[in-house]
């Protein structure tokens, strides 16, 4: 079950001006399921990304990049069940159709709608469902479906995921609402899932892009479950522009800070309900690492923690077999380290120092630490002032059975 993770209240979901959802179902995988979300944005709305680096990223993620080079993006369309990927020239066709019909639904060009996709790999999109379903999804449109909208992108995920914000930018007062899905293949190299936020600030359209980069390095760049990293990974910044604030145009001014603070906010939020709502997770982890010569080498030591089997098995197990922890450390990369200067923290207990086991620590505190249902692991290299910060889950026998039945 996910760990102290519930789903958002719906009036908790509000709304951002510019922003229309719509949800149908089109039988894409299970018949009577809700697997289709329409979003139509206002005109006038500027939109960037950031995309799997996976070589064989998936057809969606291929014409989103081309499309959002060209700009004016008025509408997003995600379906479940089937990630068209590994599909070829007649996968990119596919998602060209899921284009064209919306729109010609409203009235926009081919090149201005993104398309999304996720669920089995290998397998054609089947677009006989999908495009009859659609006209349903546009008569749903409204502005305050974002909660229905979270289930309806959901895969293997236990509990939807969603989060509000509103923040003071340029004299007005500004939101930012956001949905995201993910539980298994999470891993990132750019994000590691589907996740979409919108926000109603102006923001100037050379802004965006680094907006969303920044957001996605604090948020979902940080968040890792079983070290595999989608074909179909997608994080999509919208900003409609429609608060009447100031347009936000300096990187280096207050109103960006603000705003990227109140959409990290929003984007960490969803990226840890991610881990929580792991693939049979039982236990949510955070591993921190602090000392380091920079924040990329904290981040590498603090994923090979993160992402090995034998810590996660460990957890799950409530067992404090901790050298496992001094191991993924040691083949982390960093291959300078002094292990003699090194630290390692299970909660509050001191586990290791000087190159071996902490003279205080005894197996009976790690035990007690090793129960509870969310840990922390901290890591102090010693060696400078950078830190980095990664959140992950344990494996469970159920991850097992999850994935081994994922297409039954």
Not at 110 to 125: C, D, K, N
Not at 361 to 375: L, N, R, S
Request: charged residues 20%; contains cysteine; glycine residues 10%.
């Amino acid at each position: 079950m996910p760990v102290n993770l519930t789903a958002p209240d719906p009036a908790s979901l509000l709304p951002v001006a510019g922003v229309r959802l719509g949800i149908a179902s089109a039988g894409i995988k299970k018949p009577g399921r809700r697997d289709l979300t329409l979003i139509e944005l206002a005109p006038g709305s500027h939109v960037a990304g950031v995309f799997t680096q996976n070589r064989f990223c998936a057809a969606p993620v291929t014409l989103c990049r081309q499309h959002l080079v060209q700009g004016g993006i008025r509408a997003l369309v995600i379906n479940t069940g089937n990630a068209n990927a590994g599909t070829g020239a007649e996968g990119l066709d596919r998602a060209r159709r899921t284009c064209e019909a919306v729109a010609g639904l409203l009235g926009c060009e081919a090149e201005a709608v993104l398309p999304f996709s996720t669920g089995v790999i290998l397998e054609p999109l089947p677009v006989d469902k999908l495009l009859p379903a659609l006209p349903a999804a546009q008569a749903d449109l409204a502005a305050d479906h974002w909660h229905d909208a979270a289930h309806a992108i959901m895969t293997t995920d236990i509990v939807a995921k969603g989060a509000s914000r509103q923040a003071q930018v340029g004299g007005k007062t500004v939101t930012v609402t956001g949905i995201a899905k993910g539980s298994g293949m999470i891993h990132p190299n750019m994000a590691t899932m589907l996740g979409f936020v919108a926000t109603d600030a102006a923001i100037a359209p050379a802004l965006v892009q680094q907006l969303v980069t920044d957001v996605a390095d604090v948020s979902f760049n940080c968040v890792t479950v079983d070290g595999d990293t989608s074909t179909n990974d997608s994080f999509v910044l919208i900003a409609t522009g429609q608060a009447g604030n100031a347009e936000v145009g300096d990187a280096a001014g207050a109103d960006y800070a603000a705003l990227k603070a109140a959409l990290a906010e929003v984007a960490i939020e969803l990226a840890q309900a991610m881990a929580r709502d792991g693939e049979g997770a039982t236990k949510f982890m955070t591993v921190s690492v602090e000392g380091g010569r920079d924040r990329a080498e904290c981040k590498q030591i603090a994923y090979a923690i993160a992402r090995s089997p034998l810590v996660k098995t460990a957890f799950f197990a409530s067992d404090p077999n901790l050298g496992r922890i001094l191991a993924a450390i040691g083949y982390a990369g960093v291959n300078d380290l002094d292990v003699d200067a090194i630290r390692v923290w299970l909660g509050d207990v001191l586990v290791a120092e000087h190159g071996g086991r902490a003279a205080s620590y005894t197996e009976a505190q790690g035990a007690a630490v090793m129960k509870e249902a969310e840990i922390t692991v901290r890591v102090a290299l010693g060696r400078g002032d950078a830190a980095a910060t990664v959140w992950t889950c344990d494996f469970s026998y159920d991850y097992v059975k999850i994935n081994a039945e994922y297409r039954t």
